[in-house]
C-alpha cells in the first residue's frame, strides 16, 4: 500500500511550503485518488527523508498496481511529476510571491524561485547532483567542462530538420508557456510541476523560467510568449539589455538564429541565463577598438577562441544602436582571404550569438561572430567541431559553449571510465566497438604521455579539456587578428544601419 509514503511525500511538502498544515488532509485525498485508491490509512507517523527515495517507492507501487510500466523511466517520470503537481501552488501564487520577493530585492525574487523549482522536483536535484564536472587550463584561461547525465545528445542535421517540420501538437514544442501544467505524454515531458514568471522586454510578453537540466548555477531560460522561430534583430538586443536591468546579477544571452552554429531549439524564441560567471567572461580585452561615432562606447577584442566583440557603456541604448549596426554590417560581410562569405547559393551565413551582463553600473555586451558555411570537407560546418573532435563532441556550439562550459553527452562517462582501463592494461581501443571512436586521439596521448592506474582518470579529464579548447577554436570565424580587423574597418565604414 503506498499510504506511508504518501504520507511522507505530504510531510516533506509541508516542510518546503508548497502546502500548508491546513492542506494536509485535502492533499492525502488528491494524491490518493492518483493511485486510484478511496482510503487512507498509513500505519505509522510520517518520516522525513529524500524526495527522490520517496517517489521512487511511490512509482513501484504504481507499478504493483499495473498504474505504470515500472521498467519505463518516461512512464515513471510522468507519474511522480503527476504526484509532485498535487503539491505545487497555482501560477497565481507562484507569481505573487516571486513579485513581492522582487520587491525586497531582485536577488531575493531569484533565489526563492530557484530553490521553489527544485523543492517541487521540476528541477531533478538527485539526477543533476550525479553529473560530472572538472575545469581544464587552457591558453584563454580556464575552461569548465561537464558530462550530463540526464538529457541526450542531438545531432546536427536533425536540429536543423526541426525547424522545417510542421508540428500540430500541443504544446508546440518543449519552450511554450502552455507547457505550465501540461501533464505531458510519451513523447513530451510532464510539466505539472512547472511554473513560469511573466515580464516585459521590450514591449512584448515574455516569460522567466529555470532550466531542468541546470547546466550551470541558476541556469535560467526567457522564452516568448509566442511561438516564433528564433531571430536576431534589434529587439533582441533590446530584450537582453532589459533583462539584466531588471534582474542585474544574472547574465543574459542569446544562441544564434541559424542552423549548426545556433543551439538545439530554433522554432521558438528564447534566451539563456542565470547567475554563474562563464570564463568568457573572465577573458581579457586583447585589442581595444574605436567605433566611429561611438567613442562613448569601450570596445575591444576578447581574446578567445572564438570571435568576440566586448562593448560596454552605462547608456544601454547606445550599446542597442552599436549592436546593431555590428549585427547589419556582418549579415552581408564577405571575406574570400579569410573564407568568410555572407551567402551561398542564396543561403546565408552570418550570424551573431550576443550575450549581455552588468559591470557595476555599466551594461556589458559580447558578439561573437559566427558562420555556418558548410563545404565538402567539412559537410557539418566548417567553423564547427571538425570530425576528428567528434569522438567527444558533434552536437552544435551553441551559447552555453562559446562561453566556455563544454555540455558533453552522457556516453562519454562510461567511455571515459573505459578507455582508461584499456589505456594502462595496453590495450587497443579498436578491439571494443564503443572504444574504437576514441582510437586515434588514445594513441596521440600514449605517445605524449605516460598513462598509469594512478593518474588515467586526470590525464583523460585534462585532455578532454584540450579537446573541447579545439573544438572552440574550430568555431572561430577568425584565425588571426589581421583577418578580423579588416571586418571592424568595414563597420566604420558603414552608415547607420537598421534592422
Not at 533590446?238 to 538564429?257: C, K, M, Q, T, W
Request: with cysteine.
Amino acid at each position: 500500500m503506498p499510504d506511508n509514503a504518501i504520507s511522507d511525500l505530504t510531510e516533506y511538502a509541508v516542510e518546503k511550503g508548497l502546502i500548508t498544515e491546513e492542506d494536509r488532509v485535502f492533499t492525502h485525498n488528491a494524491l490518493i485518488d492518483a493511485f486510484h485508491k478511496t482510503s487512507f490509512a498509513p500505519d505509522r507517523a510520517p518520516r522525513k527523508r529524500p524526495l527522490s527515495d520517496i517517489l521512487a517507492e511511490l512509482c513501484d507501487k504504481a507499478a504493483g498496481a499495473g498504474l505504470i510500466d515500472g521498467e519505463s523511466v518516461t512512464e515513471r517520470d510522468l507519474f511522480d511529476t503527476r504526484l509532485m503537481g498535487l503539491l505545487t501552488p497555482r501560477p497565481g501564487e507562484v507569481i505573487r510571491r516571486f513579485r513581492d520577493n522582487y520587491k525586497i530585492s531582485p536577488r531575493r525574487a531569484t533565489d526563492e524561485y530557484y530553490k521553489f523549482s527544485g523543492d517541487t522536483n521540476y528541477i531533478r536535484r538527485d539526477r543533476i547532483e550525479k553529473d560530472v564536472k572538472w575545469s581544464a587550463e587552457t591558453p584563454y584561461g580556464t575552461l569548465d567542462i561537464t558530462i550530463n547525465l540526464s538529457k541526450p545528445e542531438k545531432d546536427p542535421k536533425a536540429i536543423a530538420a526541426a525547424l522545417h517540420k510542421k508540428n500540430d501538437g500541443y504544446p508546440s514544442c518543449a519552450l511554450c508557456r502552455e507547457n505550465e501544467g501540461y501533464a505531458g505524454r510519451m513523447d513530451a515531458a510532464a510539466r505539472q510541476n512547472h511554473r513560469i514568471i511573466p515580464m516585459t522586454l521590450a514591449g512584448e510578453e515574455w516569460y522567466f523560467q529555470y532550466s531542468p537540466y541546470v547546466y550551470y548555477n541558476e541556469h535560467c531560460i526567457v522564452l516568448s510568449g509566442k511561438h516564433t522561430p528564433m531571430r536576431l534583430s534589434r529587439r533582441t538586443f533590446e530584450r537582453l539589455l532589459g533583462f539584466v536591468e531588471h534582474i542585474p546579477h544574472y547574465f543574459l544571452g542569446s544562441n544564434a538564429d541559424l542552423p549548426i552554429v545556433g543551439g538545439s531549439i530554433l522554432t521558438h524564441d528564447h534566451f539563456q541565463g542565470g547567475h554563474y560567471t562563464f570564463p568568457m567572461e573572465r577573458a581579457e580585452i586583447v585589442r581595444k577598438i574605436v567605433f566611429k561615432g561611438y567613442e562613448d562606447v569601450a570596445a575591444g577584442i576578447v581574446k578567445w577562441p572564438l570571435s568576440v566583440i566586448r562593448l560596454r557603456c552605462r547608456d544601454k541604448e547606445r550599446l542597442v544602436d552599436l549592436s546593431v549596426r555590428i549585427l547589419a554590417a556582418w549579415r552581408g560581410y564577405s571575406d574570400p582571404d579569410a573564407f568568410v562569405f555572407a551567402e551561398t547559393d542564396g543561403t546565408p551565413h552570418n550570424t551573431i550569438t550576443p550575450i549581455a551582463r552588468r559591470r557595476g553600473e555599466a551594461f556589458e555586451i559580447d558578439l561573437v561572430l559566427r558562420n555556418n558555411l558548410t563545404t565538402p570537407e567539412h559537410p557539418l560546418g566548417v567553423y564547427h567541431p571538425h570530425a576528428e573532435l567528434h569522438h567527444i563532441k558533434k552536437e552544435n556550439i551553441g551559447l552555453i559553449e562559446v562561453m566556455g562550459l563544454a555540455v558533453l553527452p552522457a556516453r562519454l562517462k562510461k567511455e571515459m571510465e573505459k578507455l582508461a582501463g584499456v589505456m594502462v592494461r595496453g590495450e587497443d581501443p579498436r578491439a571494443d566497438e564503443q572504444l574504437a571512436k576514441h582510437a586515434d586521439w588514445a594513441e596521440d596521448i600514449l605517445s605524449r604521455r605516460a598513462v598509469t592506474a594512478d593518474n588515467a582518470e586526470t590525464v583523460l579529464k585534462e585532455e578532454v579539456g584540450q579537446v573541447f579548447c579545439k573544438v572552440l577554436e574550430h568555431a572561430g570565424v577568425y584565425k588571426n587578428e589581421q583577418a578580423f580587423m579588416r571586418f571592424i574597418d568595414e563597420v566604420n565604414g558603414k552608415g547607420e544601419d537598421v534592422l
